[in-house]
């Protein structure tokens, strides 16, 4: 008998749990039941800025059935965050509307609730501090009061010399965008479990993204050893970002559990979610960009102001993302950037699904588009201009090993008919204009060096039956890594898919991995899994080899068998191979291991160095039709190209491009969280405007494959890539459509209507 | 408290209940079937959606008094008897359109009522289907396909079983 | 937290509005896609003990045709109405609205006298009854009595409604084949959409001219309006370029739209003027 050999890779394989989700067996935190578990709430301020005065719970603590109140007196309330400026309770000071100023613990979820309602809370109000201009004003209050100044983070950039540049330039256009609060909206709300065993180990069910630094950060905030800390990750309804930092509900849940000495279950519904769940970083961006004569550009001078709401979370890093767009978004000489992020009373921002590459690529494609038009130049042209090639490094010191731009251009243009439809924007009815618009981004797909270590490592278990059990740091998080690891470790096997077990939940049993972020899983997580799955296979090939009596490098695995390469003969089996490893002689059984670290480096103090193993690029082209009357903008086609360096999972890479274009589609026309003195003022799905299924637009999809030499089988990343650019190319179609000018996102129907009115 | 005696996945039962329970809340903690999601609780995610009479609702919309007499089925009301997937959920793990999972349950009950109502729909029918189903991970693109795909399964069984 | 400690669910008319006469704070309960969003919401006042439903009241819901009326129980669902063959043929501006609003899972349970009794100007299936000159039958224990729609609401939220009465059915006369309805929304999707405004419009075209014009707006005053203004300006006359221009204008003035998280006044009225052209366009 013969095989052929096969690849997996590349191929479309639904996820290996699909099924448990799409039945309702699989369980979310909503769903998670601890024996004499607890539900807790949060009471949190009704104030923007205020002094706490005093909190009295005591006609909640004799509510029937409350079994814990506390407040930051009773805990060791220890300050948490990137800034070290959020705690998990508020005992002297109200910063912003979310914050938490007592939680209760209670046998039903309507007896905490109904005791949150009674808890009596003094304040003495203080001035709010709503937009940065006001917190930067001489003499305006602090709001955190142990810190100098309401300016805890400056960014300052700079590659070449931007006078020089605009020495060079021949046009040079300026104009300032403002991004808005959206919101995760996540389907399945925040949630936590706390509890305690008898040795006073912790163990949290959590909703995180980055289950070892979250291990890390609680063991500080809640005062366990680390290793006395296990973190189970449920099946989670959505991250995007939104739980890769720790937020007070989680070490409330602690802390409850503590004084409760019983499992203790937190969950956000829908309002809370909209009110305490971090947003996308709002911000203003001011950029300044020329060029010359024949399209080449010259310089970028960038600045932005981050409002930071009352603490820091992610959205204060978000430069760092930023950075690389506007440093290496195309070839540009010279730029230069200067950030700065500013605390105000308004609710405060976390990591969202592009981490400021979103604002960034805004600012830096309807510029180019700005500038296409000072120049007389089509914007695709332009564009082409100014991409780089494969090899090339940028201004910042990324090295673009393999670089799909170009690529990703000339299909995207070619696919949407765009030199054709770039010539006409009437239509046959006198109110509806046509347009198209393009845009490009550059994303880290080969991991973020931001930490020490960017690794994941991964343990693989074989058993005697040939099952193999893949042990990853790698999470799942929805968006089908697991399946990627477990294809990648079958095809290095030469076994089916659904003989890998993947196990990944729980932080006892799974090596270290950094988390899920910076579109880094698949490659990290996939080169971990590929070098632990062949050192597995060559093991196996040296037992079968001995067992055979025919050399390692000419024998296969393939379909279970051990094959001669060369024909595909069948020469034995691969189950039995390991039984025989396992039961005579030797006595081995086969597990491996390998952590990976990704070839890349942290940035120096000037934001330099090749952050990642591999940059990811794509071009996306929107199609709109404009109606001038209402502002109503259909989007008609979006086509997509996309370097994810080499296909594992088609389905699964399509459905992220999917899922990314459609967010971007919420971010360009319809998504804005409403904060107005500082309070959330649209806190649900009839207010805040997702995209719905009937508005979802053909999308034509491109997967580039450019084969990165270091990515698994030349896999990039490609989570967070097709939400990044579709709000410029959608602005840019619309400002071709109607000549509009247009810096404001969302472009609602108002929106459009009020800049077309002018 | 109000008692009250329906049809459950097949199984007749009665519960006691507050008039105005929200039934997503009844069949998650009496009932214990999570699969049913309480998405906003307030009739605009649909990730609750039940079928009620064969029609879906939402059923953080429905007050469990208004179940009396009637017959609910649930995602785990789905399952064939020999365990194996309903064609619907079927579809959708094999066009990729799960990806969290938490809008699914809702998005397959509703398919099931909507193919019921429109066996051979258009693709504008399609997209109208689950406007009131939302989710964040998909695009829709991928779940418009499998209601595509579970259409033609449907039509093909149905026609296989006429003489 | 549900606030109802009792629960009635009647089986005649009679036995319902008894209740009612008993209980003046009642909460009556149709398919519940009001209350229940109240009850999450906390905003049900601490009185209204006791929840009434009418879902086992028979003959509530369901539609059928009487001489020349078209007679809409109370407790029909925009599902229903959507696709009742008696509607579709007698009143298809009504089914096609039914159809629009909100998801297939909300229009299984929101009924018309549910949408009518909530009385807000956001109402979407209260515009085309406008249009349909819709009488509403209100039943109490004392007896009955017909209020023209256009004279039920008294401002967002309240209507002529007696806190011992129960609105019953909805009975319209059969418009002759030959009127014209159509209706706008604005916004991006079919369906799902918190009005930002609707637009209504009704007339019999006879010899090009446009007789007995009905206009109704959505969401663009405290109530849902019938806009006399605008129809006096279109009755009995031909839609010619100046007569829709001069409606436009009319009807933009005409209402007065808040401005909220949906929409600013100004928008709106650019919106109102811009759909009574659009609607006019032959």
């Known amino acids: 008998m013969r095989i052929e050999k096969d690849s997996l890779i590349g191929k479309s394989f639904p996820k290996i749990d699909a099924a448990e989700r799409a039945t309702g067996r699989a369980i979310y935190i909503h769903d998670l039941e601890l024996p004499r578990m607890l539900h807790a709430a949060i009471l949190r301020t009704d104030r923007v800025h205020a002094r706490i005065v005093s909190i009295d719970t005591s006609a909640a603590e004799r509510l029937p059935g409350v079994q814990a109140v506390i407040t930051a007196k009773d805990i060791d309330n220890v300050p948490f965050g990137h800034g070290k400026d959020n705690s998990p309770l508020k005992g002297d000071k109200v910063r912003c509307i979310r914050d938490e100023i007592a939680a209760v613990a209670a046998d039903t979820v309507e007896t905490a609730r109904e005791a949150v309602a009674l808890i009596r809370v003094e304040y003495e109000d203080l001035p709010p501090i709503l937009t940065p201009e006001e917190a930067l004003r001489e003499g305006a209050a602090l709001i955190h009061e142990e810190k100098e100044n309401n300016v805890p983070f400056t960014y300052d950039y700079s590659h070449g010399e931007v006078s020089a540049g605009e020495r060079d330039s021949d046009v040079v256009i300026e104009e300032t965008y403002r991004l808005p609060y959206v919101a995760h909206c996540c389907l399945g709300t925040c949630g936590i479990a706390a509890s305690f065993d008898a040795r006073g180990k912790l163990t949290l069910h959590s909703v995180t993204q980055v289950p070892f630094l979250y291990l890390r950060d609680m063991a500080a905030i809640v005062d366990v050893p680390p290793e006395d800390i296990r973190v189970i990750q449920v099946t989670i309804g959505g991250g995007f970002g939104s739980k890769l930092d720790i937020y007070p509900y989680e070490p409330i849940a602690v802390h409850l559990a503590r004084k409760t000495r019983r499992p203790v279950k937190l969950v956000f519904d829908r309002v809370e979610e909209f009110v305490a769940s971090p947003t996308r970083q709002p911000t203003e961006i001011r950029i300044r960009a020329g060029a010359k004569r024949d399209g080449t550009f010259t310089f970028r001078d960038v600045d932005f102001i981050h409002d930071n709401g009352g603490y820091t979370s992610w959205g204060a890093t978000t430069p760092f993302v930023m950075m690389q767009c506007f440093s290496s978004l195309y070839r540009v000489p010279h730029v230069l950037m200067k950030g700065r992020v500013v605390y105000t009373n308004n609710p405060y921002s976390g990591a969202m699904r592009g981490y400021g590459n979103l604002q960034a690529t805004f600012a830096v494609e309807s510029s180019v588009d700005l500038l296409a038009n000072e120049l007389g130049m089509d914007p695709l042209e332009l564009r082409l201009r100014n991409a780089q090639e494969h090899g090339e490094t940028t201004g910042q010191g990324l090295v673009l090993k393999t670089c799909g731009l170009r690529e990703c251009l000339t299909t995207a243009a070619e696919r949407s008919g765009w030199r054709e439809k770039r010539g006409r924007t009437e239509t046959d009815r006198p109110h509806v204009r046509r347009g198209i618009g393009m845009a490009s981004m550059i994303h880290v797909g080969g991991g973020a060096k931001i930490y020490r270590s960017d690794g994941c490592g991964t343990i693989l278990k074989i058993d005697d039956f040939a099952g193999v059990t893949l042990i990853t740091g790698a999470s799942e998080i929805g968006q089908g890594s697991e399946t990627v690891l477990a294809q990648i470790a079958a095809e290095e096997l030469g076994l089916q898919l659904d003989s890998i077990k993947v196990l990944n939940n729980d932080t006892d049993i799974r090596p270290w991995d950094v988390g899920v972020h910076a579109s880094r899983t698949t490659f990290v997580g996939g080169n971990s899994a590929r070098l632990a799955a062949r050192k597995a296979r060559r093991k196996l090939l040296a037992a079968a080899s001995q067992q055979i009596g025919i050399p390692a490098d000419e024998l296969d695995l393939r379909r279970g068998k051990v094959v001669r390469d060369s024909d595909g003969e069948v020469l034995g089996d691969l189950a039995k191979v390991i039984r025989a490893l396992h039961f005579a002689e030797k006595h081995e059984v086969v597990v491996t291991s390998h952590y990976y670290e990704p070839p890349s480096v942290m940035q120096d103090r000037g934001y330099k160095g090749d952050i990642s193993a591999a940059y990811a690029f794509a071009t996306q082209v929107a199609e709109v039709e404009v109606d001038i009357e209402t502002g109503v903008v259909k989007v008609l086609r979006m086509t997509a190209a996309h370097d994810i360096g080499r296909v594992i999972n088609r389905m699964g890479a399509e459905g992220q491009v999917h899922g990314g274009i459609v967010m971007g589609l919420g971010y360009a026309l319809s998504e804005e969280l409403h904060v107005e003195g500082g309070r959330v003022t649209n806190p649900s799905f009839r207010e805040y405007k997702l995209i719905t299924s009937p508005e979802v637009p053909p999308i034509d999809l491109t997967l580039v494959e450019t084969l990165d030499p270091d990515g698994p089988y030349g896999a990039k990343g490609i989570g967070e890539a097709p939400a990044i650019c579709t709000a410029p190319a959608v602005a840019n179609a619309i400002r071709h459509a109607t000549g509009g000018r247009f810096t404001t996102l969302p472009l609602t129907p108002e929106r459009v209507f009020m800049v077309l009115r002018r | 408290m109000i008692e009250i005696r329906f049809t459950l996945n097949g199984d007749t039962v009665s519960a006691s209940v507050l008039p105005a329970q929200p039934v997503t809340q009844l069949l998650r903690e009496t009932f214990g079937l999570t699969g049913s999601k309480t998405g906003c609780g307030e009739g605009e995610c649909g990730a609750c959606t039940i079928l009620v009479d064969g029609q879906a609702m939402n059923s953080c919309l429905l007050p469990a008094a208004l179940l009396d007499d009637r017959e609910v089925v649930t995602i785990e009301g789905l399952d064939a008897p020999d365990g194996s997937l309903h064609p619907v959920p079927r579809a959708f793990v094999d066009a990729g359109a799960v990806q969290c999972g938490f809008c699914t349950p809702g998005m397959i009950l509703r398919t099931v009522a909507f193919l019921r109502e429109h066996p051979r729909p258009t693709d504008e029918q399609i997209a109208r289907s689950i406007e009131g189903n939302l989710c964040r991970c998909t695009g829709y693109v991928k779940i418009q396909d499998a209601i595509r795909a579970a259409a033609a399964t449907l039509e093909g069984a149905a026609g296989a079983r006429e003489p | ?282």
């Open chain 3, 1 to 282: 937290m549900s606030p109802f400690t009792q629960f009635h669910a009647p089986r005649t008319l009679d036995a319902a509005l008894e209740i009612l006469r008993d209980n003046a704070s009642a909460c009556v309960l149709a398919g519940g896609t009001d209350v229940m969003v109240r009850v999450r919401r906390g905003v049900v006042p601490a009185e209204r003990t006791t929840l009434l439903s009418v879902h086992r009241i028979a003959g509530m819901r369901g539609c059928r045709r009487e001489n020349g009326e078209l007679v809409v129980g109370a407790a029909t669902t925009a599902a229903d109405l959507g696709r009742e063959p008696l509607v579709v043929e007698c009143a298809p501006i009504l089914a096609h609205v039914a159809d629009r609003l909100a998801s297939a899972q909300v229009r299984n349970a929101a009924t018309i006298g549910g949408n009518l009794v909530n009385a807000s100007p956001a109402g979407d299936l209260i515009n085309p009854l406008l249009l349909l000159d819709a009488r509403l039958v209100l039943a109490s224990s004392q007896g009955r009595r017909t209020v023209a729609v256009e004279e039920f609401f008294t401002g967002p939220g309240e209507s002529v409604l007696r806190p011992d009465e129960l609105l019953v059915e909805v009975r319209i006369d059969v418009p002759s084949p030959d009127r014209i309805f159509r209706f706008q929304k604005a916004g991006t999707r079919p369906a799902m959409e918190c009005s930002v405004v609707t637009l209504g419009l009704a007339f019999t075209p006879t010899r090009q001219v446009l007789e007995r014009v009905r206009v109704a707006f959505g969401s663009s005053a405290p109530t849902p309006l019938r806009g006399r203004k605008t129809e006096a300006v279109l009755e009995g006359q031909r839609a010619t370029p100046e007569v829709v221009e001069r409606a436009a204008r009319t009807a933009a003035e005409e209402v007065s739209p808040i401005s909220d998280i949906r929409g600013s006044e100004c928008y709106r009225r650019a919106l109102v003027g811009a759909f009574v052209k659009r609607l006019l366009h032959d």
